[in-house]
C-alpha cells in the first residue's frame, strides 16, 4: 500500500519523505489556503517545490468547474512536472475531463467520492485514481470504510485499473483498516504516518534493554 501524505505544508512534506516511507503527496485547495498559498503563479510555485521533494504522485486540484476551464488548468498542471496527477472532482464535467486526460496520458485523481455508483463512472472514465473520502462519511454516520471495501470489491470483478486512493484518512485505525481492505493508496496528515510508530510496549521494551546494557559500564 502507498502512503501519500495530505498536507500542502513543505516541512511536513519534507518531514514524511526523510521518514523514508512517502510515496506521494495530495493537496487540495483547501490545504493551499491553510498554508496561506493564493494566485496562480504562487499557486504553480508551491507545486514545484514538492515535487521538487517527493519523487512521487504529487495531485494538484483544478479550480474550475466546467469541461474547457478543467482541461485548460489540467494541462497547465500536467506540464510543471511528470509527477503532477491532475486532481478533478466527481461532477458531469469532471467525468468528461479525466476521460480527456485519460486518453492523453494526464494521470489524474477523481476526488470528492463518496459512493460505489461514482467510483464505477470514475473508473470507466479511466481516472488513475479514485479517492473516497473515509473520514468526511464517517463524520456524517455513514461507514466511510465500507466504501473501500465495496470499491476495492467492484474493481476486483472487473480488473478496473484505477487505483483506490483512500482519502481523509484521519487516524491510525483507518488507515490499518484500509490496508486490511486492499486500498492501494491511502493519502493522510503526517501525525498519522507517525502513529503508527506507537506502542508502549515498544518504549518500555527499549528502556529495559538500554538499562540492562548500561549495567556493564557501571
Ligand atoms: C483528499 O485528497 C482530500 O484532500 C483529503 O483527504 C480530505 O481530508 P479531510 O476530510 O480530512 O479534509
Same mark, same amino acid.
Given at each position: 500500500?502507498?502512503?501519500?501524505?495530505?498536507?500542502?505544508?513543505?516541512?511536513?512534506?519534507?518531514?514524511?519523505?526523510?521518514?523514508?516511507?512517502?510515496?506521494?503527496?495530495?493537496?487540495?485547495?483547501?490545504?493551499?489556503?491553510?498554508?496561506?498559498?493564493?494566485?496562480?503563479?504562487?499557486?504553480?510555485?508551491?507545486?514545484?517545490?514538492?515535487?521538487?521533494?517527493?519523487?512521487?504522485?504529487?495531485?494538484?486540484?483544478?479550480?474550475?468547474?466546467?469541461?474547457?476551464?478543467?482541461?485548460?488548468?489540467?494541462?497547465?498542471?500536467?506540464?510543471?512536472?511528470?509527477?503532477?496527477?491532475?486532481?478533478?472532482?466527481?461532477?458531469?464535467?469532471?467525468?468528461?475531463?479525466?476521460?480527456?486526460? &485519460?486518453?492523453?496520458?494526464?494521470?489524474? #485523481?477523481?476526488? $470528492?467520492?463518496?459512493?460505489?455508483? @461514482?467510483?464505477? +463512472? =470514475?473508473?470507466? !472514465?479511466?481516472?488513475?485514481?479514485?479517492?473516497?473520502?473515509?473520514?468526511?462519511?464517517?463524520?456524517?454516520?455513514?461507514?466511510?470504510?465500507?466504501?473501500?471495501?465495496?470499491?476495492?470489491?467492484?474493481?476486483?470483478?472487473?480488473?478496473?485499473?484505477?487505483?483506490?486512493?483512500?482519502?481523509?484518512?484521519?487516524?491510525?485505525?483507518?488507515?490499518?483498516?484500509?490496508?486490511?481492505?486492499?486500498?492501494?493508496?491511502?493519502?493522510?496528515?503526517? &501525525?498519522?504516518?507517525?502513529?503508527?510508530? #506507537?506502542?508502549? $510496549?515498544?518504549?518500555?521494551?527499549? @528502556?529495559?534493554? +538500554? =538499562?540492562?546494557? !548500561?549495567?556493564?559500564?557501571?
Amino acid at each position: 500500500m502507498k502512503f501519500f501524505v495530505d498536507t500542502a505544508n513543505l516541512q511536513e512534506i519534507q518531514e514524511a519523505h526523510d521518514l523514508g516511507v512517502l510515496d506521494g503527496v495530495t493537496t487540495n485547495p483547501s490545504l493551499m489556503a491553510k498554508e496561506g498559498i493564493f494566485g496562480h503563479d504562487n499557486v504553480m510555485a508551491h507545486y514545484k517545490q514538492i515535487c521538487e521533494i517527493v519523487d512521487g504522485d504529487i495531485s494538484a486540484e483544478v479550480i474550475a468547474t466546467d469541461f474547457d476551464g478543467m482541461v485548460r488548468e489540467g494541462e497547465l498542471l500536467a506540464e510543471l512536472h511528470p509527477n503532477i496527477v491532475v486532481k478533478v472532482p466527481m461532477i458531469r464535467d469532471g467525468v468528461k475531463a479525466i476521460r480527456h486526460f &485519460s486518453e492523453r496520458g494526464i494521470k489524474t #485523481n477523481c476526488t $470528492l467520492v463518496f459512493s460505489a455508483g @461514482q467510483a464505477i +463512472l =470514475a473508473a470507466k !472514465a479511466g481516472a488513475t485514481y479514485v479517492s473516497p473520502f473515509v473520514g468526511r462519511l464517517d463524520d456524517v454516520s455513514t461507514d466511510g470504510l465500507q466504501l473501500i471495501e465495496q470499491i476495492v470489491h467492484i474493481y476486483g470483478n472487473y480488473g478496473y485499473q484505477t487505483q483506490v486512493l483512500a482519502a481523509s484518512v484521519r487516524h491510525v485505525m483507518h488507515l490499518v483498516q484500509c490496508a486490511e481492505l486492499g486500498a492501494d493508496v491511502v493519502t493522510c496528515p503526517l &501525525s498519522v504516518i507517525t502513529g503508527l510508530l #506507537n506502542h508502549p $510496549l515498544t518504549d518500555i521494551g527499549l @528502556q529495559k534493554f +538500554l =538499562a540492562d546494557h !548500561a549495567k556493564g559500564s557501571k
